[in-house]
């Protein structure tokens, strides 16, 4: 059975930053393009940041472009996303999806498998 378990998340103040960490269990996601997408109350589902499976193509949102990056370790099954100068309107459930190809894609409705998800607060 296939998971992704994401961690990491937490109240921080502006300005703070957050590491979120994603392991997927079940099957290896090392050629499988990867992604975050967070959710505020009342909001849609938007896309936060996507990689292939090699980590030479990343793609971000205009909102968290020079402020967010998505990394990962293939060895470990395991999607990072180091969150640094953070804002109040970055609070959200963070979810991280995987597909079941190496094309990245920034829609959600084009991911498989996704995680439970974890909150993120940050305070003015």
């Known amino acids: 059975q296939v998971q992704l378990v994401e961690s990491g998340g937490g109240l921080v103040q502006a300005g703070g930053s957050l590491r979120l960490s994603c392991a997927a269990s079940g099957r290896t996601f090392s050629y499988s393009a990867m992604g975050w997408f967070r959710q505020a109350p009342g909001k849609e589902r938007d896309f936060v940041a996507a990689m292939g499976w090699s980590g030479d193509s990343t793609y971000y949102s205009d909102s968290v472009q020079g402020r967010f990056t998505i990394s990962r370790d293939n060895a470990k099954n395991t999607v990072y996303l180091q969150m640094n100068s953070l804002k109040p309107e970055d609070t959200a459930v963070y979810y991280c999806?995987?597909?079941?190809?190496?094309?990245?894609?920034?829609?959600?409705?084009?991911?498989?498998?996704w995680g439970q998800g974890t909150q993120v607060t940050v305070s003015s």
């Open positions: 999806a995987a597909r079941n190809t190496i094309v990245v894609v920034t829609t959600y409705q084009d991911y498989d498998y």
